[in-house]
């Protein structure tokens, strides 16, 4: 069975910090692509944090920049999001994405079913 699962979204308080998970089974994440994405009532899924198969670049959204560190455990098989300093407007769902690259083409492309993630006092 391949699947990416999420975990760790909640309720908190802007200003402070949420640690989001996203564990694969099925396949091994050591030679994908991992992104992680968020959608918000009403706006579009909006890409927040890409990393490479080597982990060797990372990309961040303008708006999330300083304040959230994409990472990976191979070991654990697990991708992370670090979210420090939330805002409101960071509230949203948020789903991890891993893609297989072929030498012209996409191979796979997996999603798991999203975590919610919601900043308000």
């Known amino acids: 069975q391949v699947q990416l699962v999420e975990s760790g979204g909640g309720l908190v308080q802007p200003g402070g910090s949420l640690r989001l998970s996203c564990q694969a089974s099925g396949f091994s994440l050591k030679h994908y692509l991992v992104n992680w994405y968020r959608q918000a009532p009403g706006k579009e899924r909006e890409l927040v944090a890409s990393l490479t198969i080597n982990s060797d670049s990372k990309n961040y959204a303008d708006s999330v920049k300083g304040r959230f560190t994409i990472s990976r455990d191979n070991a654990e098989n697990t991708v992370y999001l670090q979210m420090n300093s939330l805002k409101p407007e960071d509230t949203a769902v948020y789903y991890c994405?891993?893609?297989?690259?072929?030498?012209?083409?996409?191979?796979?492309?997996?999603w798991g079913q999203g975590t919610q993630v919601t900043v308000s006092s």
């Open positions: 994405n891993a893609i297989l690259y072929g030498t012209i083409s996409v191979l796979r492309n997996y």
